[in-house]
């Protein structure tokens, strides 16, 4: 009995080019195999180690986190920072899964939101409280008005030391993880992280002082210091730090999609962005001293209100705009035989792909589930990544970078091509006739 021949592995379908002509040998044929795998190459020097830079930067976050609990409990004692560790928390599941949620097309990794939230909570937050006490009391010392000092602290001095600190968290998720940060709404979830950390340290010393204040006074239930200050800063205005440092994220989003050419905008976008995230908060600090007892209301509702309205709308809008480039991007690779021709209409509908993920963990389980998960996740930083070449954003490792990712999607093709095009189809995104029925000589497909 002969044996039967060995089969081949299915060939691979070439890389589709690019319409523009210049762009055209940044394409070539994808390599064998072992060469697959994309590795950039190790720089010698030793802090660009990776294994260094994040040793070192988890040392700072980690003495960063002693040195700033240590001074919010001496401020507040152990009770006051005990109820104000307690109360402070309640928020933060919220803002993230907002935040999170925001960033449902691409999901960034999640030791870059941890890393921006410690960094906000630690880092930026021991950097404001040193710099903000001492810069106040020199104004006091300087100009004998303690009370002007104050104002002058909140109004000037605070939000220039704690945007710029809450701002370097994302410079540096933009400098040494800027494949993952590809546009405005990475800039908005890594912002809003920051942010989120930072309000939350900063919540414990204001509520844990609200406490001691309560203790010392006798006041307690909905009359005490501490229910006034949980109303404002965790009930009335729990995205007001975000919305300072969104803007700022915004303007590193903006700069993530300008092409490699314009310098000027990569800079300056940024740099108008924590202006103006300064200005807005100094707006917030200063609202009671420079428009009365009342001020804190108008500008909360005449300005802070409106301004949240109109970002969470353009982050909304952008998301949209992200699922329109897969749309746009991705049917390329359909037509060289990368993706079906429905996988582009499903990947494009958060719907759909959602639909995906279940009807593969109810017919294969949750293994199955995860790898339709990684292969929407591959697709969507394909199409974003042949976006910004065809916008010139693209880095020199674009080549290497496709490959990489059509052959994560080449290993996951078998089981979450079939969950996409059901979803596709489930979901309208791909019209599918009906079987054939004998209408006794009418085709109804035909007329």
Known sequence: MSESPPQEPAPHPAVPAFEQQHLAELLAAVPERARWRYKPRRASQLWRNRAVRA????????LSGLVILA????QTGTQGFLVGLGLATLPVPL???AFRWLDRVEPGPWKNLLFAFAWGAFAAALVAIIANTFATRWIATATADPASADTLGATVIAPIVE???KATAILLIFIFRRRDFTGIV???VVAGFTATGFAFTE???YLGSAFGEDQEIGTSGFASVTAATFFVRVVMSPFAHPLFTVLTGIGFGIAALAAQRQRIRRIALPLLGLALAMG???????SSSLFGPWGFYAVYGAFMVPVFGLLTWLTVWTRQRELRTIS???PAYAAAGWLTAAEPRALSSMRARTMARDVARRAHGPAAAHAVSEYQRFATSLAFLRHRAHRGAAGPDFAEREQELLHHLWQRKDVAGPALTYAARATGRVWTPPPYRDYGGYNPYRG
């Open 55 to 62: 040793g070192a930067l988890i040392t700072l976050l980690a």
């Open 71 to 74: 001074l919010v409990r001496e």
């Open 95 to 97: 803002l993230a899964a």
């Open 163 to 165: 945007e710029s600190a």
């Open 186 to 188: 990475d800039g908005v």
């Open 203 to 205: 919540n414990i010393l």
């Open 280 to 286: 807005m908060h100094a707006l917030w600090n200063g």
């Open 328 to 330: 746009t991007e991705l």
